[in-house]
């Protein structure tokens, strides 16, 4: 099993910038890929950035292009969402998500969330 621990959600003005983290624990060495999901109220769940754990081009959705970066830290077996000019469509619960699927994408574990609050 893995664990998913996200952290570094709040209450931030409009142009702002937040720093999100996921934490991961147990078995991680079999996942090939991370990903950042958000769900605003009343809307679905949207996939917001993906990153490789074998490197490789990042992606991101048209939305948060420019604005957001994705990293990791090895290390920590840690995964980041830098988050920069904050809007407040921006504003939702975000959700850590990983992979152990060579072949495709089905996203095996989640986390528990964080709330980021974006105000205008």
């Known amino acids: 099993q893995v664990q998913l621990v996200e952290s570094g959600g709040g209450l931030v003005q409009a142009g702002g910038s937040l720093r999100l983290s996921c934490e991961t624990s147990?078995?991680?060495?079999?996942?090939?890929?991370m990903a950042w999901f958000r769900q605003a109220p009343g809307k679905e769940r949207e996939f917001v950035a993906l990153?490789?754990?074998?490197?490789?081009?990042?992606s991101y959705a048209d939305s948060v292009k420019g604005r957001f970066t994705i990293s990791r830290d090895d290390a920590k077996n840690t995964v980041f969402l830098q988050m920069n000019s904050l809007k407040p469509e921006d504003t939702a619960v975000y959700y850590c998500?990983?992979?152990?699927?060579?072949?495709?994408?089905?996203?095996?574990?989640w986390g528990q969330g964080t709330q980021v609050t974006v105000s205008s």
């Open positions: 998500a990983a992979d152990r699927s060579v072949t495709s994408i089905r996203w095996d574990y």
């Open positions: 147990g078995h991680t060495g079999h996942l090939t890929k």
């Open positions: 990153i490789r754990w074998s490197g490789g081009p990042t």
